[in-house]
C-alpha cells in the first residue's frame, strides 16, 4: 500500500486532483485501487486545519501492479499542472519520496522507491545513484572508477 500526500499547505486541492486523475487512468485502475481518506493523525500534523481536514490518496495495489504506469500516471498529471506543490508518496514500510515535477528523472526514483525492497532504505539507494547517476558502474569525476 502507498500514500500520497502534498508537501505544502494548500496542496489539499491538489492531492484531490491527483486522486481523481489515478481514478480515472485506465492503466491504473487495472491495478490498484485509489482512496481519497482523512489522515488519522491530521490534527497533530497541521494544526489549525478545519478539523484535522488533511486528506490523503491511499493507493492499495493489486497483483499485476506496475509501478511504471503509476509513475506515467503522476508525470501526466504533473506535466498539466506545473505549478502543483510537491507531492510525498509514502510507502507501507515507512519509506518515502517527495517529487516535484514531472520528469524522466521523476518517473525513475518513483519506479525504484516502489520497486526497491523494503530492506534497502531510500537514502541509501540515492547516495548510491549519485555515485552512478548514468548506472554504468564507472562512478563520477575525482572519485574511484570515474573520470
Known sequence: MATT???SDGGQDAVRDL???LREDPDVRRSARPALVSAPDAA????GTAMG???IIELVLGQGFSALNLALAYAAWRGQRPAAP???I???DGRSVTVHDGSAETVRRIVAALEEPAGRPQDAADA??????DGTGAGTP???GGS
Not at 44 to 47: D, F, G, I, T
Request: aromatic share 8%; net charge negative; glycine share 8%.
Open 128 to 133: 548510491a545513484d549519485a555515485a552512478d547517476p
Open 44 to 47: 497533530e500534523q497541521r494544526p
Open 142 to 144: 575525482g572519485t574511484p
Open 90 to 92: 509514502q510507502l507501507g
Open 5 to 7: 500526500t502534498a508537501a
Open 86 to 88: 510537491p507531492i510525498v
Open 19 to 21: 486522486y481523481r486523475w
Open 53 to 55: 481536514a488533511v486528506e
